[in-house]
């Protein structure tokens, strides 16, 4: 990575170059829609109107010199009457002012009257890319890390507003310029002053092009580097804890410093790539500068033009130089925006694994049965997990599945919430396919109580009402009293309105289990799905969390996911799994009975945990 410093552009089977710039039409094509929505005609007037103030603008600019190059040949003695317009001296400088000042409004009317554009743009691609992130498969989301893809939106969502801002106000508006300023030097002095100005600005621009190519390389491993250290701090934050049970504060800092020295490395190359372009730009913009100064002088001293002509070109070139001064950092932004926008825009081509049928319909729950029929499934092809697995859980009744780690107790609860298909057999609920109905159906009538309940970072009444936004504060309340959780939190200094931190860190497990509880209980599902809800949890809070669980499965179909026997010995049906495959169902007291694997779990249990019955 270090020797990029020295290393010559590449050629252009470089895939950064051609394929960048197609990425970058891709892009622009994306976001044009945005700016010319078909459903919102607002939208294509105020991109009308803030088009016609620019040309407005930049028709005032282009003139403006030419009063300048008037007044001071009435100042000079060299205008005649024609030429004067009838204002004289004082009347053509009051005259210059105003076309100044015209020039910078229209271009403020043109910013107001597309700010409404580029900010509704801005939030329909935001909001669209946010929607996207949460529609992605499971497996996608556990195979990414948040700190890079947060880096991505953050960095899309400002490439965006950066594009509509300069594409349009930038580039546009000086194209436009610089053909009418070719224009006057051609009419009003001679081609040769179109030659020189368009020789001058063919080299800046492909001298900036092509510097800004292997700047763009830089900026790309500069970026690739930064979002590898958010990704160590993010992480790093992330497991606080773990890092200060294992004293690793050192470890992470120097982990992040690490990633820290590429980004810094990076980061000069690009400092010093811009040193560069700078200077290479000023070259020839000074060049072309003194060329054309130069013809005027020359023409002056011949008598072929006046002062006020002298002072004309002066002040077109001064009016060419500065944009495309500012051409470089646009450009190289605009490259960077396009890079950026693309990354966002792949991160939307993501297809979703799991999605909703055409047509497909809502779930109708009449009892709440859900069966499995012979199904299989994998998260890789080469290593499946379920291998042909039967089962039923009737309306009302208590199902719980029991075996050791791998064996694939886990991924029958993801694939009843459909983060996964099955890839063979069935499962279905009241006799329908999970597959044939909604996702926003199907999730709506199960309630989970995970092993470790993550709250978001805001008040004990929001994430209690998280389980139904439009409950009253009444069931809200009565939601947290029924998980026996009320009494803790109006002891609190703050009560619902106490703030329980990031991920719900400042409280213990027990009570994010209950708030968990709570939360479920108000959002009254008739499937409930209990995925190992208690195993994190001392003897003494388990059971009494056990008691809240227990009255909330009451008329509802239960299926329990379990690492502790003690805590499914009075299920209706007690399923042990076993490498993918049902080895044992039965109630508590006839597996026992069978002294099968069942036995040989609960015989151990007790062993280890004597006071667990």
């Known amino acids: 990575m270090r020797s990029l410093s020295s290393r010559a552009p590449a050629p252009s089977t470089d895939p950064t170059d051609a394929e960048t710039r197609e990425s970058g039409w891709r892009v622009i094509k994306k976001v044009a829609p945005y700016l010319w929505p078909a459903d919102k005609p607002w939208v294509k007037r105020r991109v009308v109107f803030s088009l016609a103030a620019l040309f407005l603008a930049k028709l005032v600019a282009v003139g403006t010199p030419f009063l300048y190059k008037v007044a001071v040949d009435a100042l000079s003695g060299d205008a005649d009457e024609a030429m004067l317009l009838g204002l004289g001296a004082i009347g053509l400088t009051i005259a210059y002012g105003i076309a100044r000042l015209m020039s910078v409004g229209f ?20 909001l669209e890319t946010f929607t996207h992130i949460h529609r992605l498969s499971m497996r996608y989301h556990i195979t990414r890390k948040t700190g890079g893809l947060s880096r991505i939106i953050e960095r899309g969502v400002k490439g965006v507003e950066f594009l509509l801002r300069f594409l349009l106000f930038s580039i546009g508006p000086l194209l436009l310029e610089l053909g009418m300023i070719a224009i006057i030097l051609t009419i009003y002095f001679d081609v040769w002053y179109l030659a020189v100005v368009g020789g001058t600005i063919a080299l800046y621009v492909s001298f900036t092009f092509k510097v800004t190519e292997w700047r763009v390389r830089i900026r790309r491993e500069m970026n690739k580097q930064d979002t590898d250290a958010n990704q160590k701090a993010v992480d790093s934050l992330l497991n606080f804890e773990t890092v200060k049970y294992f004293g690793a504060e050192s470890r992470e800092a120097a982990r992040y410093d690490s990633a820290m020295e590429q980004y810094a490395d990076a980061a000069l190359r690009t400092s010093y790539s811009l040193g560069f372009l700078n200077f290479g730009q000023a070259v020839i913009i000074t060049s072309g500068l003194v060329g054309v100064m130069v013809m005027a002088a020359i023409g002056v001293q011949n008598g072929d033009l006046t002062v006020g002509d002298f002072v004309m070109v002066n002040a077109y070139m001064l009016q060419i130089t500065q944009p495309l001064n500012f051409l470089g950092t646009v450009y190289r932004e605009i490259r960077q925006a396009l890079i950026d926008m ?13 999605s909703d049928k055409p047509g497909a319909r809502p779930i109708r729950i009449d009892g709440g049965e859900v ?31 029991v075996g050791p780690s791998g064996s694939g107790k886990s991924t029958i609860g ?8 099955v890839t063979g057999g069935a499962l279905r609920i009241d006799g329908q396919d999970v597959r044939d109905i909604t996702q926003d159906s199907l999730h709506a009538q199960i309630g989970v109580v995970p092993q470790d309940t993550v709250l978001f970072n805001d008040s004990i009444r929001y994430n209690i009402a998280y389980g139904r936004p439009d409950a009253s504060w009444g069931e809200v309340e009565a939601a947290a009293k029924a998980a026996k959780i009320h009494d ?13 931190g990031e991920r719900g860190l400042k409280l213990s497990g027990g009570e994010k289990q209950r708030v968990g509880i709570a939360r479920t209980l108000l959002k009254n599902p008739p499937i409930l799905l209990l995925d190992e809800a208690t195993s994190a949890l001392d003897s003494e809070t388990e059971r009494d969390i056990q008691d809240s669980l227990r009255d909330m499965g009451r008329g509802r179909t239960v299926i329990t996911i379990a690492h502790r026997l003690s805590t499914i010995a009075d299920a209706d049906m007690i399923v042990v799994l076993e490498n993918g495959l049902i080895a044992e169902q039965g109630r508590h007291a006839d597996l026992l009975a069978k002294s099968g ?8 249990q007790q062993a280890d945990e004597p ?3």
């Open 107 to 126: 271009q403020q009317l043109r910013d107001v009257i597309f700010a409404k554009v580029g900010q509704q743009a801005l939030r329909a691609l935001a």
């Open 342 to 354: 693309g990354d966002m825009f792949d991160l939307l081509g993501q297809p979703t694994e799991v």
């Open 371 to 401: 069966v499995l029929d012979d199904v299989h499934f994998g998260y890789d092809k080469e290593r499946p997990i379920l291998k042909g697995v039967s089962l039923r859980a009737a309306p009302g009744e208590r199902i719980a599945i």
């Open 414 to 421: 993801r694939l009843l919430f459909r983060f996964y298909d």
């Open 488 to 500: 803790f939190i109006m002891g609190l200094p703050e009560g619902y309105d106490t703030q329980v």
């Open 597 to 604: 694997r069942y036995a040989s779990m609960w015989t151990r």
């Open 611 to 613: 006071d667990a019955a």
